[in-house]
């Protein structure tokens, strides 16, 4: 009967779900003490090491070298978009740097568009203004660390780095029906990994030892996340998981509030409703194409 649960792709959302707001309530607790590059690329590298041993375990073939060129250009543009969601959640609530990620999902369509030349309707294009005015207001009454400034800051790096991942997505829409998923993901944590090198040596000054675990942590959650998405993806449909993954917003009120002492505001709230009704119009109004393609959250900004 457990097993069967455990099975199940619901819960394995859920389950999923519940770790990435986990990530990221573990990084707004460290980074500011451990360092932000610091964090980043030994989260990076620790991913990239257990993402090369399954890959190894499952023998796969390496890609050609038109392939690693066009991961190696993905990981780049999800590097930096991981920093500066990571430099984000340092500056706001979590529940806010999480519905601030929920606007790549608005953003999707507008990337295709530039990249793959798809057209965007304009009931689409409607349903992202209501999403991104909904967005606005989620944030306008909240407070952030470091002043009116600090916040500003990560409000601004929240939308920047939503908008990366949006490119991310459409870039793997590229290729995911041509590898599989644990090809990707091995490019996903170790190109950002040799990105992050210089860090790894000591540019960004000594590591402190007492800092690995949480290193290793981050790693290991970071891919099992991806893991559980591609498993809960193959099992069902699209349309069914979708809206489980807007419990985000749940798990990041609840460890803000029990961690951090944040109390998320009615505008929050508000704002939510409206962002993640617009998310779920955008994605019906193109069939869940990216996810289908991908087996990915459009709304997971990568951990």
Not at 178 to 207: H, K, Q, W, Y
Not at 211 to 224: I, W
Not at 263 to 290: K, M, N, Y
């Amino acid at each position: 009967m457990i097993a069967r649960l455990l099975s199940a792709p619901l819960l394995i959302v859920v389950l999923a779900i519940g770790m990435g707001s986990g990530i990221d309530a573990l990084v707004k607790g460290t980074a500011p003490e451990a360092g932000l590059m610091q964090l980043v690329a030994w989260r990076f590298l620790f991913g990239a090491m257990i993402a090369a041993a399954v890959f190894l375990a499952q023998r796969r073939a390496m890609p050609r070298g038109e392939a690693i060129r066009f991961h190696a250009m993905r990981g780049v543009v999800q590097l930096v978009s991981a920093i500066l969601f990571f430099f984000a959640l340092t500056r706001l609530a979590l529940a806010e740097a999480t519905i601030i990620g929920f606007t790549a999902a608005l953003m999707v369509p507008f990337v295709a568009r530039v990249v793959l030349g798809e057209a965007v309707s304009l009931r689409a294009f409607a349903i992202t203004l209501v999403g991104f005015a909904g967005a606005a207001f989620a944030v306008s009454g909240g407070t952030g660390t470091g002043g009116d400034d600090g916040r500003w800051l990560g409000v601004a790096a929240g939308f920047t780095s939503a908008m990366l991942y949006a490119v991310v997505l459409v870039l793997l829409r590229l290729r995911a029906v041509r590898e599989d998923a644990t090809t990707i993901a091995l490019f996903t944590n170790a190109v950002p990994a040799l990105c992050m090198s210089p860090v790894l040596f000591g540019l960004a000054g000594p590591v402190d030892m007492a800092d690995m675990p949480v290193f290793a942590l981050l790693g290991a959650l970071g891919y099992s996340v991806w893991y559980l998405m591609t498993l809960a993806y193959a099992r069902a449909r699209a349309q069914l998981l979708a809206p489980i993954e807007y419990t985000a917003l749940i798990w990041s009120a609840v460890f803000g509030i029990v961690f951090f002492a944040e109390i998320p505001g009615w505008q929050v709230w508000v704002g939510a409703v409206a962002i993640i009704g617009s998310c779920l119009g955008i994605a019906f109004e193109d069939h869940f194409a990216t996810r289908r393609a991908t087996r990915l959250p459009v709304s997971d900004i990568p951990e």
